[in-house]
């Protein structure tokens, strides 16, 4: 079976081409064939003819029938030439064929083959002693989507749960443990306690109070074994919560190095930046400053080590590239965190290029902050909505949907399943279907709406497919996987449109925004239904090759459909 080869690349390699016979200066990087808008009346279009005008000096349509003249296409579409000079494309019946044969017998539905390097993400990394919450969540499912993206297309990813297990905030909680500590309310919810510790800390602390735990953190970086306990023990409870909220959203990863396991790193790290001169002296601190050629300064400098000696979140960040440089030898490292840390990564990746790190490409996939409507969240103030309740609240609201719409042969236990799976569906999709980089209004009714762009209707599209292939099964019929019969515009548009999947894959992957994939599925179910009303499977008097043809239609939009949602971590029942 021929491979899959995108028709928009198969085309922009023939007009490159045929450029190139017209012009051995043209531009042939600008050249390129894209999908055609809606009402274009073609399927692909080329802008080439209006970008060439400078060099060929020539009327744009007059280049664009030079083009076609010189097009070698094999009968892969028909070329027209509109308006100033853009070229369409209508792809051949025969070429439809041959595309749907290859993506159909794809692993990957045309996505392409990556190289296999490592890349490692960085992602979720909540700080022990606190309960996750809703600000836990676009780190957590971006990161997710984009760790099954590059699995899926082929590079081994390392997903690397960096959570905050060291720091002054341990002092306050030994302290108030040893203080404050409720040992009934820990036995019920060891977190929920530790976290109450640390939000009466902060209310009530005075300068004593920081001192005492200042003094119990000392301890702590001396390794008094009492406090080290103590302070493992709190991690042991909170990985515990952790992994609890991961498993319900379906969240997996191969490795969770807090900020203590560099620890042994920190010191003699701080020594080679200033022995080497990245990293200076600075009013008794170690800064490395970003100067240009006229020595003025070009970014914030950074600290990597406090006047009194301490190491910094900084110095750690600097030590983890290293070890994963050392260990695992990436070729991308992507760190998913919120826009409040663009300067901080900035910092960071000039600070690693000093050091001569430059074979790892370093990406800061940045998201907008989500909020209240009365203002942001904070575990001190504790208007935190915890992540656990969200995912509650979700399947109950699912659980209330269903009760009115499936049929009495779900069994509980199927009915519990299909609120899980819609209801944590609907909080992903509700997140990943923006922009990354928008800011978020958290509201409980628009993340767990039901209507319109929403997981729900994607799922309830998948079974839609499954529906149609279990009342084919009844009649005897299945999809044969090679008839491709195409006699209507909106089985061209949903064929059309499913080619682009392996684009849609490779594009939400390199930009990190997994909102791209989810426009594309939102479209794909769009036009599915479209097809559905307008393109009947099994009614009678549906010629045989055409109800043959429209079931494997079905089938391709079907795998297409579940292995799209299952990139976002997104389950796709098969009865709704």
């Known amino acids: 079976m021929p491979s899959f080869q995108p028709l928009e690349k198969q085309l922009t390699d023939r007009v490159r081409a045929a450029v190139a016979t017209l012009s051995p200066d043209a531009p042939l990087d600008r050249v390129n064939v894209e999908r055609s808008k809606a009402g274009r009346g073609s399927d692909f279009q080329c802008a080439a003819a209006m970008q060439l005008t400078k060099v060929l000096k020539r009327n744009p349509r007059q280049i664009a029938q030079e083009i076609v003249d010189a097009l070698e296409l094999d009968g892969l579409a028909v070329p027209d030439i509109a308006g100033p000079g853009f070229i369409g494309f209508t792809a ?344 990354p980089q928008s800011n978020v209004v958290f509201s409980f009714d628009k993340m767990l709406s039901f209507e319109g762009n929403t997981a729900p209707y994607l799922q309830y599209t998948s079974a839609r497919t499954h529906s149609l292939v279990r009342r084919a099964a009844e009649k005897g019929l299945e999809a044969d996987g090679t008839t491709i019969r195409i006699d209507d515009e909106a089985e061209r548009a949903l064929l059309l449109h499913l080619f682009d999947f392996g684009r849609s894959v490779q594009v939400a992957w390199e930009q990190g925004k997994p909102n791209l994939m989810a426009t594309f599925l939102y479209e794909l179910a769009t036009k599915y239904h479209r097809w559905w009303a307008a393109c009947p499977v099994l009614k009678d008097g549906v010629e045989p090759e055409l109800t043959a043809s429209r079931l494997n239609l079905n089938a391709l939009a079907q795998r297409v459909l579940v292995q799209g949602l299952g990139l976002l971590g997104i389950r796709s029942p098969e009865r709704m």
């Open 92 to 435: 051949s019946a025969e070429t439809l064929r041959a595309q749907y044969a290859a993506q159909l017998s794809d692993d990957r539905l045309g996505a392409p083959q990556s190289d296999g390097s490592t890349v490692v993400i960085d992602f979720s990394s909540p700080n022990v002693a606190k309960r996750m919450h809703i600000g836990h969540i676009r780190s957590t499912i971006i990161g997710d989507a984009l760790r099954r993206f590059g699995l899926f297309l082929g590079h081994a990813v390392i997903g690397d749960n960096h959570i905050g297990d060291w720091g002054t905030q341990f002092g306050q909680l030994i302290y108030g443990w040893n203080t404050w500590r409720d040992e009934a309310a820990f036995e019920a919810d060891p977190v929920g306690e530790l976290e109450r510790i640390y939000v009466k800390f902060h209310a009530e602390a005075d300068e004593a109070l920081h001192d005492a735990s200042r003094a119990e953190l000392a301890k702590l970086q001396a390794g008094d074994p009492e406090n080290l306990a103590l302070w493992q023990m709190m991690i042991d409870s909170s990985r515990h919560a952790f992994d609890q909220v991961y498993d319900r959203l379906d969240v997996r990863f191969d490795h969770t190095f807090g900020e203590s396991h560099y620890n042994a790193m920190l010191q003699p790290l701080i020594t080679e930046l200033l022995d080497s001169g990245i990293a200076v002296e600075d009013e008794g601190a170690a800064v490395v400053f970003f100067k240009d050629d006229e020595g003025e300064d070009t970014m914030t400098p950074f600290l990597v080590r406090k006047k009194d000696g301490a190491a910094l979140y900084a110095t750690t960040d600097v030590a983890t590239i290293l070890y994963r440089q050392a260990h695992w030898t990436p070729s991308r490292l992507i760190y998913v965190t919120d826009m409040r840390q663009q300067l901080h990564f900035q910092q960071l990746f000039a600070t690693v290029q000093l050091m001569g790190i430059d074979d790892i490409a370093l990406d800061h996939v940045w998201f907008g902050m989500m909020s209240l409507p009365e203002g942001s969240f904070s575990t001190r103030k504790g208007n935190v909505i915890r992540l656990d309740e969200l995912l509650d609240e979700a399947e109950a609201r699912a659980r209330a949907v269903l009760v009115d719409r499936v049929r009495d042969d779900f069994s509980e236990a199927e009915m519990d399943e299909l609120a899980s799976i819609i209801g944590i569906g609907a909080v992903k999709y509700a997140d990943l279907s923006n922009n």
